[in-house]
């Protein structure tokens, strides 16, 4: 046999064992790749069965999450408007302040010019209270000294007429001792009695007694020179609106006076405590 033949036959034959050994080596790294990709497919099924459940739960946590978020979003939103509407308030609430602090400044400045005013008006009333207390005063103090006045005018006249009535007398007397024979005459030589002229004066009978020589009625009355009643007045005697009689005035002291009862009412008794008047018909 040719040796190049004996060559390709053991190389064929080398070739035959390496392919045997290939095919041996084939068979076993396919029976180990089969098992190996049904595990890798057991795996790869177990990894995306996993991979679902785990999708499944990320999407269950996505929805809560989103909804966690949305729910947040609403309280963000709701919180956002209530603070812009607080905020508002608060603006506004400034704005009130400021607007009762400027209320305030002026209620206190009207409260600072009313004290101002308060403080003015009482000193004119101050002054004018003083003014007018001394003014009362000084008229008090004129009253007073006119009232004086009258009352020394009063007693003056009160004393002119005593010292008339005096002088009369004593006229009287020095004519009845000039001439003796008027002494038993009495009044009768007198002018006709007279009525007291100027306001009215009124008084009261304080006594009634009988004259036993003449029976003439004599009444005693609390009007005398003080009250300007002189002998040989005429004074009226009323009971109410009743007239009683007349009397004439025979003999006076300064608050006490006697007199004659004339002109009696027919069936008409004079009275202690009837009324006595200078005149009638006013």
Do not use: W
């Amino acid at each position: 046999m040719h040796i190049l033949t004996k060559v390709f036959v053991l190389f064929a034959a080398v070739l035959s064992i390496l392919l045997s050994a290939l095919t041996i080596s084939y068979t076993i790294n396919t029976d180990m790749i089969v098992s190996s990709f049904a595990d890798a497919r057991a795996a790869q099924e177990n990894a995306e069965e996993s991979l679902r459940a785990q999708a499944a739960q990320a999407s269950l946590v996505n929805q809560e999450k989103e909804s966690e978020i949305q729910s947040l979003r609403a309280q963000l939103t709701a919180a956002t408007q209530e603070m812009r509407t607080l905020e508002a308030e608060s603006a506004r609430l400034q704005t009130d302040v400021r607007g009762a602090r400027a209320d305030a400044a002026a209620a206190n400045r009207r409260v600072q010019g009313a004290l101002e005013a308060t403080k003015a008006q009482a000193l004119i009333i101050d002054a004018y209270k003083n003014e007018v207390t001394k003014l009362r005063n000084d008229e008090l103090a004129t009253r007073e000294q006119m009232l004086q006045m009258e009352e020394r005018l009063s007693n003056i006249e009160s004393q002119k007429q005593v010292l008339e009535v005096t002088v009369r007398a004593l006229r009287e007397e020095i004519a009845s001792i000039k001439d003796p024979r008027s002494i038993g005459q009495g009044i009768a030589a007198d002018a006709p009695p007279t009525e007291i002229s100027g306001p009215i004066i009124t008084g009261i009978v304080q006594a009634v007694t009988l004259d036993a020589d003449t029976g003439d009625s004599i009444v005693q009355i609390n009007l005398g020179q003080n009250d300007r009643v002189q002998r040989n007045t005429l004074v009226n005697i009323v009971r109410g609106s009743e007239f009683v009689c007349q009397v004439v005035i025979t003999r006076t002291d300064l608050n006490v006076s006697t007199g004659r009862v004339i002109n009696l009412r027919p069936g008409a008794i004079v009275r202690a405590g009837d009324t006595v008047k200078s005149r009638l018909g006013q």
